[in-house]
């Protein structure tokens, strides 16, 4: 990585909430970004509206909302870092529309995820959260009723992804039959068999294991309907986005006995803090497993993820690398040593490329290589340049219409 940036890296400010994992601090410290605010808890839309206009970099986990009106205050921001793998809680087009690249870690914590649901899956076959609550109110409910074996019982999995399929095969390890439902054509792993109809899905599996991202469709997706289509006596588990499942309808299946039990780890509100109450419905059943959204919460999953999204923040700042940003155009970059580099951010519309090259012709600078790539509404273009007069260069394109930001690297 290069060290050499046209903004002096001290200067350059970058806030970390909601207890990323200190690793991502020390990244920053050790490539010189000594200006690094930390904080383990999230900031509330006030707060953040009052902090955010003084930093370049922000990296934040699923509680921190970066709304539109957030965005409109971070008139520094350069790029977002989502130390987790959801990105709903940022408004990307809002993101995109101002030049800010949002990047993620898709994959660190989804063995955390998977494990998590293995173990549940278990434990609510066997009725063990039910017991154990009685056993600690001095109850001793030794009876095999409704204790089950995983092996060939059926899971259904509903989004088979990186954290679905890793769960079909942790299942199928311990004997259990795997299908699927996806809106995607999915290369099945290991015997699972995929399935086009959800409520086919619903029907005939024992447990049924949600793992899609929060999405218009996905949106209340296992509504009273839905969870009516399960088999009697099957098992609910949700660790993917609270706004998936209808809690309602989900503590009206379990009052009536329809369903043996659930394991949920994300609702639709989640407490802001952990010094907040948790409300929710489901808090009245003992056949219910109520994780605080902890299933990418594992200091291996936290650790790998800080390495990650911190790297890819230094990366675009350093060199205006954008691979895997969530909401732009992605450009893999050779270093530019000796070289001065001219990223440009605009509307993507024809003729800001012809307009860019006009201006270094004009300026008799020479071009030593070019990087162009589009994402919608969005254009990137990179132009490394032989030493010289970048910053003049610079300028007029900034006059360029359409123009978003304009920066140089040296
Ligand atoms: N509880 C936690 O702490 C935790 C941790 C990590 C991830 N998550 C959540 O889990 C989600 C899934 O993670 P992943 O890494 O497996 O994501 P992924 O993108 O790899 O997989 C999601 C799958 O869902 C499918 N899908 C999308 N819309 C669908 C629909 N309407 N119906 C059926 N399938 C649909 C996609 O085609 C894809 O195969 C994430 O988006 C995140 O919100 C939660
Ligand atoms: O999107 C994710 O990766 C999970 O929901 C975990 O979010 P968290 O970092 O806030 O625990």
Redesign the pocket.
């Known amino acids: 990585m290069s060290a050499h940036t046209s903004f002096n890296k001290q200067d350059l400010k970058v806030l970390l909430l909601e207890g990323v994992h200190p690793v991502a601090e020390d990244i920053f410290r050790q490539d010189g970004y000594e200006n690094v605010t930390y904080h383990k808890t999230a900031l509330s839309e006030s707060e953040l509206l009052e902090a955010i206009n003084d930093y370049h970099f922000i990296g934040i986990r699923s509680r921190t909302q970066l709304s539109d009106k957030v965005l409109s205050s971070a008139k520094k921001l350069v790029g977002v870092g989502c130390f987790?793998?959801?990105t709903n809680q940022v408004d990307l087009v809002a993101a995109q529309n101002r030049g800010i690249p949002v990047f993620n870690a898709?994959y660190s914590?989804?063995r955390s995820?998977a494990e998590l649901v293995l173990g549940e899956m278990i434990m609510l076959l066997r009725g063990i959260p039910a017991k154990n609550a009685a056993a600690h109110r001095g109850e001793w409910l030794k009876t095999a009723a409704l204790s089950n074996e995983a092996r060939g019982k059926t899971l259904g999995i509903?989004?088979?992804?990186?954290?679905?399929t890793q769960l079909g095969i942790l299942a199928e390890g311990i004997g259990m039959k795997v299908r699927f439902?996806?809106?995607?054509n999915?290369l099945t792993l290991g015997n699972a068999e995929q399935v086009t109809e959800l409520n086919e899905l619903l029907a005939h599996s024992d447990v049924v294991s949600l793992?899609?991202?929060?999405?218009e469709?996905?949106k209340g997706?296992m509504g009273q309907s839905q969870i009516a289509q399960m088999k009697p006596n099957s098992i609910l588990i949700n660790?993917?986005?609270g706004t998936v499942v209808d809690i309602d309808a989900l503590a009206n299946a379990l009052e009536n006995k329809h369903l043996a039990g659930a394991a949920i780890?994300?609702f639709p509100t989640e407490p802001k803090s952990n010094s907040e109450e948790f409300q929710s419905p489901l808090r009245a059943f003992d056949n219910v497993i109520l994780t605080p959204?902890?299933?990418?919460?594992t200091q291996e999953a936290q650790e790998n993820i800080a390495i990650e999204v911190a790297d890819k923040l230094i990366k675009y700042s350093n060199n205006g690398s954008t691979m895997s940003a969530v909401n732009f155009p992605q450009v893999s970059l050779p270093e530019h040593d000796k070289r001065h580099r001219i990223l440009h951010i605009h509307k993507n519309r024809p003729g800001v490329l012809m307009q860019i090259n006009q201006i270094l012709s004009d300026n008799d600078v020479n071009i030593s290589g070019q990087y162009l790539q589009t994402q919608g509404e969005l254009g990137y273009v990179v132009t490394d340049i032989e030493q010289g007069s970048s910053q003049t260069a610079l300028e007029k394109m900034r006059d360029i219409e359409g123009t978003i930001r304009a920066r140089v690297l040296y």
């Open positions: 987790c793998i959801g898709p914590n989804t995820v509903i989004g088979y992804g990186h954290i679905g439902f996806d809106i995607e999915k793992h899609v991202p929060e999405t469709q996905t997706m660790a993917s986005r780890d994300v959204h902890i299933g990418g919460s």
